[in-house]
């Protein structure tokens, strides 16, 4: 597994994202282009914008190589 997720047009190392947002951007500026995306935020505050699919398998390649979620039981 690579320690790389491609983000927009970047390869991004798993070990500088910090979070993932889980709801898509709105902030209701007329002139946003932002809105729809998700924010996947790096270190020394640096963001990047990710599309569903793209949000979708950066958290799963989190999970993964964190070595993925516990027992059900387990979850908060």
Not at 41 to 61: G, H, P, Y
Request: with cysteine; aromatic share 10%; proline share 4%.
């Amino acid at each position: 597994m690579s320690i790389l997720c491609r983000v927009d047009d970047k390869h991004v190392p798993l070990y500088r994202v910090m979070w993932v947002a889980a709801t898509p951007h709105f902030c209701g500026e007329e002139d946003c282009l932002r809105e729809g995306s998700y924010e996947v935020r790096l270190e020394q505050d640096e963001s990047l914008w990710a599309t569903t699919a793209e949000r979708d398998n950066l958290v799963e390649m989190l999970e993964s190589w964190q070595g993925g979620l516990g027992p059900a039981d387990e979850q908060f």
